[in-house]
Nanobody
C-alpha cells in the first residue's frame, strides 16, 4: 500500500502563494507518478499537475504559468509551488500516486485525504 501525507494548504489572499507537499511511503519503488488534483464544490475533480518517475510533467490548463511541480524521487515527495492565486483556485487539493508492477496487477491509484486551499479576495 501507499500512504500519502499532505501539507501546505491553508488560507491565503488573492495574489499570494502556497507550496503543497506530498510525501509517499509504503510501496515507493512501484510508484510511477505523483501529483495533485483538486475539486471545488459543484465541479468535477480536475488535474492540477502530475510528474512521472522519469520526469514527464502535465499541468491543468487553468494553472499553466502559475504553478510549478517538482519532485524528489529519493524522498518520494512531490512539491507544487502555487503563485498568483485567485479565488478560482479555492478547492480541496488531493495528492495522488499511481503504482503499478511489480507491486500490483495493473495501475492502482492512491489518494491523500485532501487539504483545503482557500483564496480570499
Amino acid at each position: 500500500q501507499v500512504q500519502l501525507v499532505e501539507s501546505g494548504g491553508g488560507l491565503v489572499q488573492a495574489g499570494g502563494s502556497l507550496r503543497l507537499s506530498c510525501a509517499a511511503s509504503g510501496d515507493e519503488p512501484c510508484i510511477s507518478a505523483m501529483g495533485w488534483y483538486r475539486q471545488a464544490p459543484g465541479k468535477e475533480r480536475e488535474l492540477v499537475a502530475t510528474i512521472t518517475s522519469d520526469g514527464y510533467i502535465q499541468y491543468g490548463d487553468s494553472v499553466k504559468g502559475r504553478f510549478t511541480i517538482s519532485r524528489d524521487n529519493a524522498e518520494n515527495t512531490v512539491y507544487t509551488q502555487m503563485t498568483s492565486l485567485t479565488p478560482e483556485d479555492t478547492a480541496v487539493y488531493y495528492c495522488h500516486a499511481a503504482a503499478e508492477k511489480p507491486c500490483y496487477d495493473g495501475v492502482v491509484d492512491f489518494w491523500g485525504q485532501g487539504t483545503q486551499v482557500t483564496v480570499s479576495s
